[in-house]
């Protein structure tokens, strides 16, 4: 099993870019979740798809994230436009059934850096 | 979700045990409790979970107190590659909401 696997490891943009993270689950679970790591916040819970439906996306800071999970094997997050306040580790996580009984696992992480 | 409260920081000499607190004295019934570990520069790491019962797995211990306000995880024996975030978290959903941790130093 390769584990979560997100793409890229690094992306350094420029402010007013459009940045595009992407994220394969662990194949057969079928809940997934992004989330946002700085210094000054830890861990922030973004979105969470089950089935690949969005079913609670209130972590979305602003109307310039969006995520997607077109099908159970992939999914993107989307920042347009990029500031750099958006600079941050950002994380994807798949479950099976939920994470309440089952770990999570967790993929590498993309460091996004907007200048 | 229940609110935790976790030392900031702690240290532990290599091969010796170490006990990481966590206080939850708002938890739910149905709140399992959950341990995530995080090493530097890699995502967070499934260590262990319960409910009411204490568990064991490979990687630690996890104490659950009787009245389900507190709980303690245990690592048997220290290694340097132990050193890394532990977060407790409570929980009823399927989502996780991480604090801020305890940061174990391994000491050599």
């Known amino acids: 099993d390769a584990g979560v696997i997100q793409s890229p490891r690094h992306e350094v943009t420029e402010m007013g870019q459009e940045v595009t993270l992407r994220c394969k689950p662990i194949?057969?679970?079928?809940?997934l979740f992004w989330y946002r790591q700085t210094m000054m916040r830890g861990l922030e819970l973004l979105i969470y798809?089950?089935?690949?439906?969005?079913?609670?996306d209130s972590g979305m800071p602003e109307d310039r994230f969006s995520a997607k999970m077109p099908n159970a094997s992939f999914s993107t997050l989307k920042i347009q436009p990029s500031e750099p306040r958006d600079s941050a580790v950002y994380f994807c996580?798949?479950?099976?059934?939920?994470?309440?009984?089952?770990?999570?696992?967790f993929g590498s992480g993309t460091r996004l850096t907007v200048v | 979700d229940a609110k935790t409260t976790q030392p900031n920081s702690m240290e532990s000499n290599e091969e010796e045990p170490v006990h990481l607190p966590c206080n939850h004295s708002?938890?739910?019934?149905?709140?399992?409790i959950h341990w995530y570990r995080q090493l530097p520069s890699q995502g967070p790491e499934y260590v262990i979970h319960?409910?009411?019962s204490n568990v064991n797995n490979r990687m630690a211990s996890l104490a659950i107190a009787e009245d389900r306000k507190s709980s303690t995880l245990i690592l048997h024996r220290a290694t340097l590659r132990d050193a890394a975030v532990y977060y407790c978290?409570?929980?009823?959903?399927?989502?996780?909401?991480f604090g801020t941790g305890t940061s174990l130093t391994v000491i050599p």
């Open positions: 708002t938890i739910s019934g149905t709140d399992y």
């Open positions: 996580a798949s479950s099976l059934a939920g994470g309440r009984t089952n770990g999570y696992t």
């Open positions: 798809f089950n089935n690949n439906v969005p079913i609670d």
């Open positions: 194949s057969g679970h079928d809940y």
């Open positions: 319960g409910l009411t």
């Open positions: 978290i409570p929980n009823t959903g399927n989502q996780f909401y």
